[in-house]
């Protein structure tokens, strides 16, 4: 070869994960749980074992920044609590606000997938003509 050369190839380090639900609270809550069954490989079920809520709060602006915030803390969370985030209940939401409340259960075993970032990589959420919100969400895995 005398000389050298370069190429693009498609991005094989990321996993997106589209979520849908009837307003924008159940849009954050289908989002935790969809993140949650990405990096464990279930969906946990918080009923079993239940030790607590934690409340959570984020400002930021606009509601996909708020939705990287808590998907980020909630990956956060799964690298460095002792108790394993199994459910959220959202209590506040507007577009600079949200408020909630993480339900907590005993960690058991590990992590399926390591999530290392959320992206805001085509980040929107989206009305639905036919009702409700939609959004794509990219993960750096």
């Not at 079993?48 to 920044?65: C, H, M, Q, W």
């Not at 808590?70 to 939401?93: E, F, N």
Request: aromatic content about 8%; charged content about 20%.
């Amino acid at each position: 070869m005398k000389t050298g050369s370069y190429r693009f190839t498609a991005p094989t380090a990321d996993i997106g994960l589209a979520v849908r639900a009837p307003d924008r609270r159940g849009l954050f809550v289908q989002a935790f749980r969809g993140t949650l069954h990405l990096a464990l490989g279930y969906s946990p079920a918080p009923q079993i074992g239940k030790t607590g809520a934690l409340p959570v709060r984020f400002s930021g602006d606009g509601y996909e920044n708020l939705l990287v915030l808590l998907l980020s803390d909630l990956i956060y969370r799964l690298d460095t609590d002792s108790l394993l985030p199994a459910d959220l209940r959202v209590t506040g939401l507007d577009s600079g606000q949200f408020s909630g409340m993480i339900t907590q259960i005993p960690r058991v075993g590990c992590l399926a997938r390591a999530i290392k970032a959320v992206t805001y990589h085509g980040l929107k959420i989206r009305k639905q003509p036919a009702g409700g919100y939609a959004a794509r969400i990219i993960f750096d895995v």
